[in-house]
């Protein structure tokens, strides 16, 4: 399965999430941010790659039927995380790895 993490600027919450799966056998991982400042910026190349889009924030989920409104959207899925942790925070690991291992942990039990 690949998914792609998406946050404002992909430089802390996407990035810390690429980091800490890019090494899990069960997914492949991208990551990409909104602004035009990333270092990743999202494209419709990512999401076509994409089975799965994890958004940090509901503005992002708006924000992006609202760019690529015209293109086939995967499944997505709002984490919630607030834009206040530095890259690699212990406490953000911490939220990304118990909310995103119960996705994938449902993803396939659901035969994504």
Known sequence: MNILFVC????????TAEKIFSNDQRV???SAGFSSKSPVKISEKLINWAD???LMEYEHSKRL???????YIPK???????????Y???ELIEI???KIDDIIKTSYSNDY
């Open 28 to 30: 492949y991982v991208k």
């Open 65 to 71: 039927l609202e760019l690529y409104r015209e293109i």
């Open 52 to 54: 799965l889009i994890l």
């Open 76 to 86: 997505t899925e709002v984490l919630e995380i607030e834009d206040r942790f530095e």
């Open 8 to 15: 404002s600027r992909n430089k802390r919450r996407s990035r």
């Open 88 to 90: 690699m925070d212990d």
């Open 96 to 98: 990304l790895t118990e």
